[in-house]
């Protein structure tokens, strides 16, 4: 079956723009999680998202959103992007929620703030 | 507040040896343990994943320990290959509410032909 696929796979902002990412499960999972990447902090968590509900979510500061479809489909939105918003997204979907099983991840959103 | 530290940073070895991979957390109180691949330009490959009543899970070349009391977790490769040249994370998924997996950063392994 079809793997979780992340659009786009690279994108280029100017500061104060916003970006909406968009990352599809594999199909029955319902579970979807999304994590920041960078060279200095590694990967750290952003918010988890289970029918549609957002279940956790990490330290970051408001600007950083998503949500979640029917379809368990999810999107995560930056608003007013910092060149520290610079970084590789990726978005990690399970069959459950709580970090029971495994998750499995996107090729990930490589993000570039100007 | 959980951290996770990874030794060594970076290895690089010949084709042929095993290899020991170290993590190692600061809160015992963990829902799950588990290990990443990571490959340049691609997602994360989950390895193996230690729920906190285990000990060990073992896959093909890959055997992953934990010992919980003392906060650590080994990664052992057995006859390592150059396909397992990746960056190998650690991940620690934490137990009750705070179920968010917080992440070392990782070690760059090279196996050289």
């Known amino acids: 079956k079809a793997g979780v696929t992340q659009t786009p796979r690279y994108l280029i902002k100017t500061r104060g723009q916003q970006v909406t990412l968009s990352c599809s499960p594999i199909?029955?999972?319902?579970?979807v999680s999304w994590y920041q990447q960078t060279p200095g902090q590694g990967l750290q968590f952003l918010f988890e998202?289970?029918?549609?509900?957002?279940?956790n979510k990490g330290n970051f500061p408001g600007r950083f959103s998503g949500r979640q479809f029917s379809n368990s489909r999810s999107e995560m939105n930056v608003s007013t992007l910092e060149l520290g918003d610079s970084a590789l997204y990726l978005c990690?979907?399970?069959?459950?929620?709580?970090?029971?099983?495994?998750?499995?991840f996107g090729p990930g959103t490589r993000l570039t703030v100007t | 507040k959980q951290e996770v530290t990874q030794i060594p940073a970076a290895l690089s070895v010949p084709e042929g040896e095993n290899l020991v991979l170290n993590c190692s957390f600061t809160?015992?109180?963990?829902?799950?343990l588990q290990w990443f691949r990571q490959d340049p330009g691609k997602g994360l490959t989950s390895l193996l994943l230690?729920?906190?009543s285990q000990r060990e899970q073992t896959s093909g070349r890959l055997n992953a320990s934990l010992d919980k009391s003392s906060g650590r977790s080994t990664l052992y490769i057995a006859a390592s290959q150059p396909g397992d040249s990746a960056t190998y994370l650690c991940?620690?998924?934490?137990?009750?509410?705070?179920?968010?997996?917080?992440w070392g950063l990782g070690t760059s392994l090279a196996v050289n032909p």
């Open positions: 998202y289970f029918s549609e509900t957002q279940r």
């Open positions: 809160d015992s109180a963990i829902y799950n």
């Open positions: 199909s029955g999972h319902r579970s």
């Open positions: 990690a979907s399970s069959l459950v929620s709580g970090g029971a099983d495994e998750q499995y």
């Open positions: 991940a620690v998924m934490g137990a009750g509410n705070n179920r968010k997996l917080i």
């Open positions: 230690i729920q906190s």
